[in-house]
């Protein structure tokens, strides 16, 4: 710690007068440098968190967090039965019972591949009820479809159009086999937020699917689950697999981090590399520091010199040069925490701001699949950025304080 004396020196050469000012425009450039770059790592970091956050959300809104397969592709009743008997309520938000398979939609002579999905209803608590941008429904009737909004737009299709499906299932004749075809009419649009899978998912009935596919009316091929935290999904992945061989069910799972495996990967990656990047700036502004104290003591040579012959030892003189970087740093880093979670708080209203200023949108639905900045900011995460800053701060100024304490009394005075 500084005695009074080392600390009315370390004030009186933080705060010069204004004869003397160099130490104060220093001191300025310095903590803004920081400031700005302890800021921008913070809000950088929680923008990512955000999209991270977003694009999850909407992956596991599609995939569920759990799927159960089996590897002769079928499910029957009784086995899902089985699998909920020995599970804890508690453990799971829900589960559903599905059938999938892939096929072709056919329209004005336009045909398309997509995924087939039936369920057994459509309930509030069903993941497409609310992505429903038209009206409502608890149940898909035998001769109805749901599409995306993408795929609507790209066959120029509206609510009660007819269109033609078919799916890998051939009938025999004396032509050959013949793919299964049917035509239905549009009950629905949904809007996911995810051009992959508004343009290439469509939601048929439980009946239909069955019929098309030749399958038993106890029959699934998929069953689904929703966990209370999708986090958690590893743990009752071990459950699953434990349950699965204790029944001896030819099933496998497939969780939504092992589906999606690469991409949430490389955003942990890129999270990564982009803190690095930014954490430069705060080494850059910490160099200012090391720069900014050099040339100080270089012209306090007299000042130190003459507090020397007073009685300040080095280790006195190393505190007091010490400390007015760490007071720098502090300061710069303390503004730069709490600008970053200021403007990250409050990123949505600086958005309007900006677009009405500029008249224009910032960030179109269509090309970033974004209508706002999304952000999360983690509070460890800006503690963690908070204690690296300061750590870099420290590490800059003890180059400067050790050259500031092995200055020779005897022949700086003897040179001025």
Sequence with gaps: ??????????????????????????????????????????????????????????????????????????????????????????????????????????????????????????????????????????????????????????????????????????????????????????????????????????????????????????????????????????KFNEIIEINIKQNNLNFYSLSWMDRNSSLMNALKVEKNVMFLILTLIIVVASMNIISGLIIFVKEKNKDIAILKTLGFTNLGILKIFFFIGLTIGLVGTISGTLMGIIITENLNLIQIILESLLDTELFAEEIYFLSTLPSDIKYQEVLFVFFISIIITILSTIFPAIRASNVDPINTLKNE
């Design 1 to 234: 710690m500084l005695s009074k004396s080392e600390f009315l020196i370390t004030k009186r050469f933080l705060f010069s007068k204004k004869t003397e000012g160099y130490v104060s425009i220093f001191s300025w450039f310095s903590i803004i440098g920081i400031t700005l770059g302890v800021s921008a790592v913070i809000i950088v970091m929680s923008v990512m968190n955000g999209f991270r956050s977003n694009l999850t959300e909407r992956l596991i809104g599609v995939n569920s967090h759990l799927n159960l397969y089996s590897f002769n592709e079928k499910i029957k009743h009784d086995q899902i039965e089985t699998i909920k008997q020995k599970l804890d309520p508690k453990s799971y938000k829900n589960i559903f019972s599905s059938i999938e398979t892939q096929g072709l939609v056919i329209s004005n002579n336009i045909s398309k591949g997509v995924i087939m999905r039936a369920y057994k209803d459509i309930s509030p608590e069903h993941y497409l009820y609310e992505k429903l941008i038209t009206n409502k429904i608890s149940l898909i009737d035998f001769d109805r479809i749901i599409i995306g909004d993408a795929l609507a737009q790209e066959l120029n299709l509206k609510l009660g159009d007819q269109i033609k499906i078919a799916v890998p299932k051939t009938d025999t004749s004396l032509l050959g086999n013949i793919p299964r075809f049917k035509t239905l009419k549009i009950d629905g649009i949904f809007d996911f937020g995810m051009y992959e899978y508004d343009s290439n998912l469509v939601f048929i009935s439980l009946e239909l699917s069955r019929k098309l596919l030749l399958i038993n009316d106890d029959i699934f091929n998929r069953i689904e689950f929703y966990l209370n935290d999708p986090l958690e999904v590893n």
